[in-house]
């Protein structure tokens, strides 16, 4: 399978602030000229190798993460694979190389996973002509920027897997986009 040249990635985290426990990554490769989807990435991470690399927790956040509608995305903090922060952010570099652009909800998302990289003392997977943000899009294209405005959406929302192919579809969406 040949590896489609953008790529949207999405994080769940225990925090909002500048550098959140990362929970989750999810990405999916796509081609923004052919609509297509491709390959998909998704690591569940220990909270331990967060702490241990200096990663915070908001309370505020997990109240977020235990209310009721959050029951069946809380599931990947269960998930028997769960790797290091380390050996995640190692992968997703693997699988992000050579990607045209990387898409996020970049107020957030990106800045989140810088601070990760930083954590671990790796460079970041792409430079600054690479992210993109889909609220600028969108806003750009007369679109709601507010993610529970999405349609057709994937699976579980706050699935980080789930999440980024809903995204990735919405910005196949947007014209000229
Ligand atoms: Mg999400």
Request: hydrophobic share 40%.
């Amino acid at each position: 399978m040949t590896t489609l040249p953008d790529l949207m990635f999405d994080l769940e985290t225990l925090g909002t602030g500048n550098d959140p426990v990362i929970l989750s990554i999810g990405a999916v490769h796509f081609d923004i000229t052919t609509g297509t989807l491709g390959e998909t990435f998704y690591r569940n991470i220990t909270q331990a190798s967060c702490f241990a690399r200096g990663l915070s927790v908001d309370a505020s956040t997990i109240e977020w993460w235990m209310h009721e509608d959050r029951a069946e995305a809380r599931r990947a903090l269960h998930d028997p694979e769960q790797v290091t922060l380390f050996a995640a952010l190692h992968d997703f570099t693997a699988f992000a190389a050579g990607a045209r652009s990387a898409w996020s909800h970049m107020g957030s998302d990106e800045g989140w996973l810088a601070s990760a990289y930083r954590a671990i003392a790796t460079p970041h997977p792409w430079g600054k002509y690479i992210p993109m943000d889909i609220r600028t899009a969108s806003k750009l294209a007369g679109l709601s920027p507010k993610s529970k405005d999405m349609p057709n959406r994937e699976g579980t929302y706050h699935n980080a897997l789930d999440d980024a192919i809903t995204q990735a579809r919405y910005v196949m969406g947007i014209p000229n986009a």
